[in-house]
């Protein structure tokens, strides 16, 4: 991290087929994750690091821009998102177009996951005449694109009218304004783009995407961390047999995660700190330190299933349950065909089961008066 930022990781992740390609469609793309990742970052365009406060670590990067409208710039370089939002999803290798685009959603104040994934979504709705280039303005979508994504993102940014306007609303409501197939091209979850890492090669992450409160969010369980090998499963005390591909206990293993994830969440911890094998009762130590509680380990685990629970009943009250915890079609019938994810698809029903029956809510998705009581959430 220190050396190559998380854009080191994207050959790694590449190799265990967990880097989506092509819109989701692909299982390998080793030569052109080489040419994007941060190795590659650091031999050409990088020109430091950046940290977080009192960090050590410093797993940020900055880069010189080299193209588009603030060529000569130096801003912060690509994380492994954006890397894979604007290349791999694209099937665009062109690592200084990448920073470039990193660097107009900085100044936007555009999320790079969105926005890759909606333009990846818009080239396959064009690739089947779903779009046209009066539809584009005079741009062929297609893959492999480079200085257009430049192009298309200040249109996006302007967000009035054309093409810009219609990829401004995100992957979801672009797809379904263009109508026909193009909503199967939206891999999505409650209307939020899926994070980059696939939940075909590490299917916690159907449990996570599906229920996830805020939609397709890699950050709310790090399923794709734990399965991968960097942290134990053991530190939230999940001990069950349990296969990257496979489906079983893949429900409980989801839910210990995403409960640690959401005191991680709420207490403004850095998720690479995860790396040092941490547990709930390390948590708990930290935060008597800072505030002279006496929470115990138990209380730790406690505190995030209620707040989860408590997120989960705020978006029952707003009408979204069993209907909403869906997955897109393409991770469920499409497998990756090459790669070590090949052939993998995810036996959502049965990891589902898993995850409600865990979770205590109903077969609709409500959170069952039995669990509000032993959350002391049953006046809420």
Known sequence: LHDFG??????????????????????????????ISGQMLA??????????????????????VTVGPYKGAIGHAPEYETGAAFGSLILNDNLEIIAACNDLCNRYG?????????????????????????DTEGIELKWGIKEELLEILKKMANNKVGIGRLLAQGVKRAADEIGGIAP???????????????????????ADYATCNRGGCHLECLGYFSEGGAYSAKCVDFTKPSEPHGYENKGEYAVRLMNFMTVFNSLGLCKFIMLG??????A?????????????????ELAG???????????NRLGLSRKDDVLPQRMLLHDRQTGAAAGSLPY????????????KWNAEGIITEEKKKELGLDTL
């Open 305 to 315: 299933d209620r707040l989860f629970n408590i997120k989960r009943m705020y978006n």
């Open 110 to 134: 555009m999320d790079t996951i969105e926005a890759g994934s909606t333009i990846a979504m818009a080239i396959e709705a064009y690739e089947n005449g779903l779009l046209t280039k009066r």
């Open 277 to 282: 094998q941490i547990t709930p009762e390390m």
């Open 284 to 300: 708990s130590q930290w935060i008597n330190a800072a505030t002279g509680w006496n929470l115990t380990g138990k209380d730790v």
């Open 184 to 206: 199967e091209f939206a891999i999505q979850s409650k209307g939020q783009a899926f994070a980059m890492h696939d939940p075909r090669a590490y299917t916690t992450m159907v």
């Open 348 to 359: 959502y029903s049965r990891i589902m089961k898993d995850l409600y029956d865990y979770r």
């Open 43 to 64: 031999e050409t365009i990088q020109t430091g690091h950046h940290a977080c406060h009192a960090c050590t670590i410093r797993c940020g990067k900055e880069a010189k």
């Open 6 to 35: 998380t854009l080191g990781t994207i050959q790694g992740v590449e190799s265990e087929g967990d880097l989506p390609i092509k819109n989701w469609t692909l299982g390998s793309w080793e030569e052109g994750a080489y040419k």
